[in-house]
Protein backbone atom coordinates (compact mmCIF):
# COMPACT_ATOMS: atom_id res chain seq x y z
CA UNK A 1 0.00 0.00 0.00
CA UNK A 2 1.20 3.65 -0.97
CA UNK A 3 2.83 5.05 2.20
CA UNK A 4 0.92 7.94 1.58
CA UNK A 5 -2.77 6.23 2.38
CA UNK A 6 -0.95 4.28 5.29
CA UNK A 7 0.00 7.70 6.89
CA UNK A 8 -3.73 9.13 5.74
CA UNK A 9 -4.95 5.96 7.61
CA UNK A 10 -3.13 6.17 10.74
CA UNK A 11 -4.15 9.81 10.70
CA UNK A 12 -7.70 9.18 10.63
CA UNK A 13 -7.02 6.43 13.71
CA UNK A 14 -5.99 8.81 15.95
CA UNK A 15 -8.24 11.87 14.73
CA UNK A 16 -11.06 8.82 15.61
CA UNK A 17 -9.25 8.91 19.18
CA UNK A 18 -9.87 12.75 19.43
CA UNK A 19 -13.32 12.63 18.53
CA UNK A 20 -14.42 9.65 20.43
CA UNK A 21 -13.19 12.13 23.75
CA UNK A 22 -15.46 15.24 22.12
CA UNK A 23 -18.41 12.86 21.89
CA UNK A 24 -18.36 11.63 25.21
CA UNK A 25 -17.66 14.89 27.05
CA UNK A 26 -20.47 16.04 24.73
CA UNK A 27 -22.71 13.38 26.12
CA UNK A 28 -21.82 14.45 29.56
CA UNK A 29 -23.33 18.09 28.81
CA UNK A 30 -26.34 16.76 26.79
CA UNK A 31 -27.19 15.63 30.35
CA UNK A 32 -26.91 19.01 31.96
CA UNK A 33 -23.64 18.08 33.97
CA UNK A 34 -20.13 19.55 33.65
CA UNK A 35 -17.49 18.85 31.00
CA UNK A 36 -14.14 18.81 30.57
CA UNK A 37 -14.20 22.25 28.50
CA UNK A 38 -10.31 22.50 28.88
CA UNK A 39 -10.29 19.09 27.40
CA UNK A 40 -12.65 19.86 24.48
CA UNK A 41 -10.50 23.12 23.25
CA UNK A 42 -7.03 20.74 23.88
CA UNK A 43 -8.71 18.47 21.17
CA UNK A 44 -10.39 21.67 19.13
CA UNK A 45 -7.34 23.21 19.43
CA UNK A 46 -5.16 20.14 18.16
CA UNK A 47 -7.85 19.54 14.89
CA UNK A 48 -7.95 23.34 14.09
CA UNK A 49 -3.98 23.18 13.65
CA UNK A 50 -2.85 20.14 12.91
CA UNK A 51 -5.35 17.55 10.85
CA UNK A 52 -6.50 21.27 9.12
CA UNK A 53 -3.09 22.89 8.06
CA UNK A 54 -1.60 19.76 7.17
CA UNK A 55 -3.69 16.32 6.85
CA UNK A 56 -6.51 18.16 4.86
CA UNK A 57 -3.81 19.77 2.16
CA UNK A 58 -2.04 16.14 1.71
CA UNK A 59 -5.43 14.63 0.85
CA UNK A 60 -6.12 17.35 -1.60
CA UNK A 61 -3.21 16.49 -3.70
CA UNK A 62 -4.29 12.72 -3.28
CA UNK A 63 -8.01 13.55 -4.61
CA UNK A 64 -6.91 16.06 -7.16
CA UNK A 65 -4.50 13.91 -9.07
CA UNK A 66 -7.40 11.16 -8.80
CA UNK A 67 -10.00 13.41 -9.87
CA UNK A 68 -8.00 14.48 -13.29
CA UNK A 69 -7.30 10.58 -13.95
CA UNK A 70 -10.54 8.79 -12.83
CA UNK A 71 -13.44 11.92 -14.49
CA UNK A 72 -16.11 9.60 -12.53
CA UNK A 73 -14.70 10.47 -9.08
CA UNK A 74 -15.37 14.21 -9.69
CA UNK A 75 -18.14 14.66 -7.57
CA UNK A 76 -17.22 12.51 -4.88
CA UNK A 77 -13.60 14.21 -4.90
CA UNK A 78 -15.44 17.85 -4.83
CA UNK A 79 -17.63 16.79 -1.89
CA UNK A 80 -14.82 16.00 0.20
CA UNK A 81 -12.79 19.17 -1.20
CA UNK A 82 -15.54 21.09 -0.09
CA UNK A 83 -15.85 19.52 3.45
CA UNK A 84 -12.31 20.29 4.29
CA UNK A 85 -13.29 23.80 4.14
CA UNK A 86 -16.63 23.73 6.24
CA UNK A 87 -14.77 21.36 8.71
CA UNK A 88 -11.86 23.54 8.96
CA UNK A 89 -14.50 26.69 9.43
CA UNK A 90 -16.88 24.70 11.64
CA UNK A 91 -13.99 24.06 13.81
CA UNK A 92 -12.91 27.48 14.96
CA UNK A 93 -16.28 28.49 15.07
CA UNK A 94 -16.79 25.63 17.47
CA UNK A 95 -13.15 25.93 19.07
CA UNK A 96 -13.75 29.71 19.46
CA UNK A 97 -17.19 29.23 21.62
CA UNK A 98 -15.18 26.99 23.93
CA UNK A 99 -12.24 29.47 24.40
CA UNK A 100 -15.21 31.76 25.72
CA UNK A 101 -16.42 29.34 27.95
CA UNK A 102 -13.32 28.49 29.38
CA UNK A 103 -12.46 31.99 29.70
CA UNK A 104 -15.71 32.82 31.39
CA UNK A 105 -16.66 35.26 28.63
CA UNK A 106 -19.03 32.67 26.48
CA UNK A 107 -22.98 34.33 26.10
CA UNK A 108 -23.81 31.44 24.11
CA UNK A 109 -26.45 29.19 24.65
CA UNK A 110 -25.78 25.62 26.05
CA UNK A 111 -27.89 24.53 23.39
CA UNK A 112 -25.87 26.20 20.90
CA UNK A 113 -22.34 25.24 21.87
CA UNK A 114 -23.57 21.55 21.99
CA UNK A 115 -25.22 21.66 18.39
CA UNK A 116 -22.11 22.87 17.15
CA UNK A 117 -20.20 20.48 18.79
CA UNK A 118 -22.57 17.98 17.82
CA UNK A 119 -22.86 18.80 14.21
CA UNK A 120 -19.05 19.30 14.06
CA UNK A 121 -18.22 15.45 15.47
CA UNK A 122 -20.64 14.05 13.28
CA UNK A 123 -19.71 16.08 10.05
CA UNK A 124 -16.00 14.96 10.56
CA UNK A 125 -16.85 11.08 11.24
CA UNK A 126 -18.70 10.95 8.31
CA UNK A 127 -15.70 12.58 6.18
CA UNK A 128 -13.60 10.27 7.32
CA UNK A 129 -15.53 7.48 6.97
CA UNK A 130 -16.37 8.50 2.57
CA UNK A 131 -12.51 8.84 2.35
CA UNK A 132 -12.14 5.23 4.10
CA UNK A 133 -14.55 3.58 2.53
CA UNK A 134 -14.62 5.06 -1.24
CA UNK A 135 -11.94 7.39 -1.85
CA UNK A 136 -8.69 6.08 -0.71
CA UNK A 137 -9.55 2.39 -2.06
CA UNK A 138 -10.12 3.85 -5.54
CA UNK A 139 -7.24 6.44 -5.49
CA UNK A 140 -5.17 3.24 -4.44
CA UNK A 141 -6.67 1.33 -8.25
CA UNK A 142 -6.25 4.47 -10.02
CA UNK A 143 -3.04 6.69 -9.26
CA UNK A 144 0.41 4.54 -9.46
CA UNK A 145 3.32 4.73 -8.17
CA UNK A 146 4.58 7.60 -10.24
CA UNK A 147 1.70 9.26 -8.68
CA UNK A 148 2.43 8.37 -4.76
CA UNK A 149 5.99 9.44 -5.47
CA UNK A 150 5.22 12.87 -7.17
CA UNK A 151 2.35 13.68 -3.86
CA UNK A 152 5.10 12.06 -1.19
CA UNK A 153 7.77 14.90 -2.65
CA UNK A 154 5.84 17.54 -2.12
CA UNK A 155 4.31 16.62 1.03
CA UNK A 156 6.12 18.80 3.61
CA UNK A 157 6.40 16.65 6.68
CA UNK A 158 5.98 18.36 9.77
CA UNK A 159 6.07 16.76 13.20
CA UNK A 160 2.86 15.83 14.50
CA UNK A 161 2.22 17.90 17.96
CA UNK A 162 0.59 15.19 19.47
CA UNK A 163 0.95 11.96 18.52
CA UNK A 164 4.67 12.40 16.72
CA UNK A 165 7.72 11.91 18.42
CA UNK A 166 7.89 14.68 20.93
CA UNK A 167 4.34 15.83 22.58
CA UNK A 168 4.04 19.51 22.56
CA UNK A 169 4.07 21.34 26.20
CA UNK A 170 0.84 22.43 24.71
CA UNK A 171 -1.03 18.84 24.35
CA UNK A 172 0.84 17.24 27.72
CA UNK A 173 -2.53 17.30 29.29
CA UNK A 174 -4.82 16.23 26.78
CA UNK A 175 -2.19 12.55 26.03
CA UNK A 176 -2.37 12.13 29.33
CA UNK A 177 -6.06 11.21 28.94
CA UNK A 178 -5.67 9.80 25.36
CA UNK A 179 -3.32 7.33 27.20
CA UNK A 180 -5.52 6.41 30.52
CA UNK A 181 -8.44 5.94 28.08
CA UNK A 182 -6.48 3.41 26.17
CA UNK A 183 -5.03 1.75 29.32
CA UNK A 184 -8.49 1.71 30.34
CA UNK A 185 -9.67 0.25 27.23
CA UNK A 186 -6.87 -2.53 27.33
CA UNK A 187 -7.78 -3.25 30.97
CA UNK A 188 -11.83 -3.52 29.76
CA UNK A 189 -10.48 -6.26 27.07
CA UNK A 190 -8.53 -7.88 29.06
CA UNK A 191 -11.13 -8.36 31.64
CA UNK A 192 -13.46 -9.42 29.01
CA UNK A 193 -11.19 -12.10 27.73
CA UNK A 194 -10.92 -13.49 31.46
CA UNK A 195 -14.74 -13.38 31.35
FE1 LIG B 1 -10.28 14.71 4.45
FE1 LIG C 1 -8.82 12.39 6.00
Redesign the pocket.
Known amino acids: MSEVIKR?NAE?RNIAKLLDLLEAELAIFHTGEQPDFELMLDVMDYLTHYPDTF??PK?DLVFGRLRQLDGSSHHIVEKLLKEHESLAREGIEFRNALRGMVNDEALMLRDTLEHLGTHYAEALRSH?YT?EVQVFPLALEVLKPSDWKEIDERINQRDDPLFGAAVAVEFQDLFKEILRLEAEDRRQDATADTA
Open positions: LHHHELE
